[in-house]
Nanobody, 123 residues
Framework: QAQLVESGGGLAQTGGSLRLSCSASGQAASRYAMGWFRQAPGKEREFVAGVRDTNNNRYYADAVKGRFVISRNTDKAGITLQMNDLKPEDTAIYYC????????????????WGQGTQVTVSS
């Protein structure tokens, strides 16, 4: 059974850091494209960062570029998201996703999703 489980969310102050982890099992671990999305209250879910196993290219939303770093675990069974210089606008539920193709920015490129982890940044 394909499964993604996020962890590492919590409360941080502006300028602080958090590290999110996503553990993949079953078919999710064999997906070569993985990424992070987030959904803030009252807003649509949006792309945050993505990585592809084929070329290890990393993709970032403009809002997080230079602050967040996505990495794939050495055993390929998951990814992490290092979030630095956090801002109140980073407050959202963060979702891990896995897929087999398509543009990494689009939700339709992913077919397996985690339940999400809350990140709250206080000002």
């Amino acid at each position: 059974q394909a499964q993604l489980v996020e962890s590492g969310g919590g409360l941080a102050q502006t300028g602080g850091s958090l590290r999110l982890s996503c553990s993949a099992s079953g078919q999710a671990a064999s997906r070569y494209a993985m990424g992070w999305f987030r959904q803030a209250p009252g807003k649509e879910r949006e792309f945050v960062a993505g990585v592809r196993d084929t070329n290890n290219n990393r993709y970032y939303a403009d809002a997080v570029k230079g602050r967040f770093v996505i990495s794939r675990n050495t055993d390929k069974a998951g990814i992490t998201l290092q979030m630095n210089d956090l801002k109140p606008e980073d407050t959202a539920i963060y979702y891990c996703a896995a897929g087999i193709g398509g543009h990494p920015h689009f939700e339709r490129s992913y077919d397996i999703w985690g339940q999400g982890t809350q990140v709250t940044v206080s000002s």
